[in-house]
């Protein structure tokens, strides 16, 4: 009998968790999906020829680092939209494009990228997942922590294979314009599952804490 009444208990606490997380669900939904549409849908890289980088050595330092394993500097850019400033990378031999991002509120991080013939690209970030959807075709392996050295040999290591779309150091702003302004297209015009709500929301909570 004692037996009974626990998983009775049990069952009504799972109800009512459920329901509470329902009911998350139907609130913050319609907020989530109206933040998402108020994303600009493209954004515009401007070359910059002095960036006020909030930690100069820091940028310097990754960038020696990445130097180091054949990759080139493609300039730095103002991205007003995001309110972030860039420095973007090339090594045209494998196909691999850097992104140094930096940030006011999400601070510096890196991004190596590959890029394939077919619109898809595999990506390796120090970025903390925030639990936004991303397509199948945007591949992400996320190494918190990791420097850009390691970042280029893992994305090096476990990229897809397929014909890569090798990015000229000229055409580097327009690639990662190019890319977000697809993603976002995909992002807006899709409805969010309640599964990726709660993992927003829960994301979000373990970044205020």
């Known amino acids: ?4 009444w626990i998983v009775a208990a049990f069952v009504v606490l ?4 459920l329901y509470l997380r329902k009911a998350l669900v139907v609130k913050v939904t319609p907020v989530v999906q109206g933040a998402i549409l108020k ?9 910059v020829k002095d960036a006020q980088w909030s930690d100069p050595e820091r940028i310097n330092r990754m960038t020696r680092e990445l130097a180091a394993e054949g990759l080139a500097v493609a ?3 103002s991205v007003d939209e995001l309110a972030v400033l860039l420095r973007l990378m090339v090594n045209t031999a494998n196909g691999v494009t850097a992104n140094i991002h930096d940030h006011p509120k999400g601070g510096i991080w890196a991004e190596l990228v590959t890029r394939y013939e077919d619109g898809s690209s595999a990506t390796a970030t ?6 936004v ?11 918190p922590g990791a420097s850009p050295a ?6 090096l290591r476990t990229r897809p294979h397929g014909p890569v779309k090798i990015v000229a150091l000229g055409d580097a702003a327009h690639e990662f314009e190019q890319t977000y302004f697809t993603y976002m297209a995909w992002l807006k015009n899709r409805q969010l599952s309640a599964a990726e709500v709660l993992m927003m929301v829960e994301k979000a909570k373990l970044r205020d804490h």
């Open 1 to 4: 009998m004692t037996t009974l």
């Open 14 to 17: 799972l109800a009512a968790v």
């Open 39 to 47: 994303q600009n849908e493209s954004i515009t890289l401007v070359l």
């Open 75 to 77: 300039g730095d850019y």
């Open 126 to 131: 120090t970025l903390p997942d925030k639990g």
């Open 133 to 143: 959807p991303r397509p199948e075709w945007l591949k992400t392996l996320r190494l």
């Open 150 to 155: 390691q970042l280029y040999r893992e994305l």
